[in-house]
């Protein structure tokens, strides 16, 4: 929307208004008038100009939805987001917005547009992948508002498509330690990466970009602060998923004793190699130098559990398996929610509303323990 002032030039009085952003020159125009007599006079030219700029002069009656995204994804998001968060808006724009979208006048973009968007995607699509869509779209349109291009964005009268959670496979400790056991003699830095994954709950990204320098051996704990990510040309080392994640893991001493013996490993092969050690290389590397793509952990970690007959499982549901653990032993979904790095404890929430047999079990228990009737002779005298 625009906005304006009233300012003294001389001895007479003027108005500056502010126009919304020019999507062609990513300027903001100013429209000046001077030579009223008063200020009284300036103001109330400068509230019917604005009025009227408010009512004609939107900028969403000249660009498309594809041209008005693409200055939302050059001004608002290029530089100003984390690399991964810009990677995940441009390719939800370039495979999603744009095709079902793009063509429509932005001033003209309605409910029915949108709804038949979702309605589209929800048939190919699983639905936390709609649900981000209409998370990216929401935050274009509601920049679109303030910058003037629309008086009202159309999503306000459009329902959030359902996000339901999809149960995910998870290991049981004993299937844990077959997995690890497996891993160990077939590929130790697959062990290495599922071991952490399996004792802390980290981020396959986040155990791809541990470094050594990272471990607090006095305080037994792990400093969670960067994720290296796989990319299609090269790999990104950066600041971890959101805030939140940043954060430390304490882990016991077993945990520790096993990383001891790992990075001793790898100082004595770097040594048979005449190479210097570093307390900043990362965690999770090959003993014979260098280190793997993240991808390297999943195709070990699908090859073994096919191989030992588990259930299948990605990376990441052994992240779910560590939280589904400490669920069965009691653990409160707030210390889960922080060791996890989640941005929430209803992410948390949601992500494990499903209790496992052995929950259900202690959960009726629990139950018959409270309802129990008092045994004659037990019931206190009054």
């Not at 125009?29 to 604005?50: I, S, V, Y």
């Not at 400790?173 to 599922?194: F, K, N």
């Not at 006095?218 to 990319?231: A, G």
Request: aromatic content about 6%; some cysteine; hydrophobic content about 35%.
């Amino acid at each position: 929307m625009a906005s304006g002032r009233v300012t003294k030039r001389g001895d007479k009085w003027a108005y500056v208004m502010n126009l919304p952003m020019d999507p062609s020159t990513g300027r903001y125009p100013q429209k000046w008038k001077m030579g009223f007599l008063t200020k009284k006079e300036a103001q109330r030219a400068l509230e019917a100009a604005l009025a009227q700029a408010d009512s004609e002069f939107l900028l969403g009656e000249k660009i498309t939805v594809e041209e008005y995204l693409r200055e939302w994804m050059a001004h608002s998001v290029v530089d100003r987001t984390a690399k991964r968060t810009e990677e995940t808006y441009e390719g939800t724009l370039e495979k999603h917005l744009i095709p079902h979208l793009g063509a429509v006048r932005l001033h003209a973009l309605k409910p029915h547009h949108i709804e038949q968007m979702y309605r589209t995607l929800s048939q190919t699509h699983a639905p936390a992948t709609v649900h981000r869509i209409h998370r990216t779209l929401r935050a274009a349109l509601n920049r679109a508002v303030k910058w003037g291009y629309l008086e009202r964005s159309p999503l306000e009268r459009v329902d959030a498509p359902p996000l339901r959670y999809k149960k995910r496979n998870v290991l049981n400790a004993e299937q844990i330690h077959q997995c690890l056991d497996y891993l160990r003699s077939v590929s130790p830095t697959a062990h290495m990466a599922v071991f952490l994954a399996a004792h802390t709950g980290m981020r396959r990204g986040e155990v791809a970009g541990l470094r050594f320098s990272d471990l607090d051996w006095d305080k037994l704990s792990i400093r969670v602060q960067r994720s290296r990510q796989q990319r299609p040309v090269g790999e990104l080392v950066g600041p971890t998923k959101t805030a939140g994640s940043h954060r430390t893991i304490v882990v016991g001493a077993t945990v520790m004793e096993t990383l001891a013996a790992w990075k001793e490993h790898l100082q004595h092969k770097a040594k048979t190699r005449e190479e210097d050690w570093h307390e900043d290389n990362y965690v999770v590397s090959h003993p014979d130098g260098g280190y793997p793509p993240p991808d390297h952990f999943s195709r070990q970690l699908s090859m073994a559990v096919k191989r030992l007959g588990l259930p299948s499982v990605s990376f990441h549901d052994i992240r779910h398996s560590h939280a589904t653990l400490l669920l069965e032993e009691d653990v409160s979904l707030k210390a889960i929610s922080e060791r996890l790095g989640h941005a929430s404890i209803n992410l948390t929430a949601n992500l494990y509303a499903h209790v496992t047999p052995r929950i259900q079990k202690g959960v009726a228990a629990a139950a018959e323990k409270a309802l129990a009737r008092p045994q004659p002779g037990n019931r206190e005298r009054r």
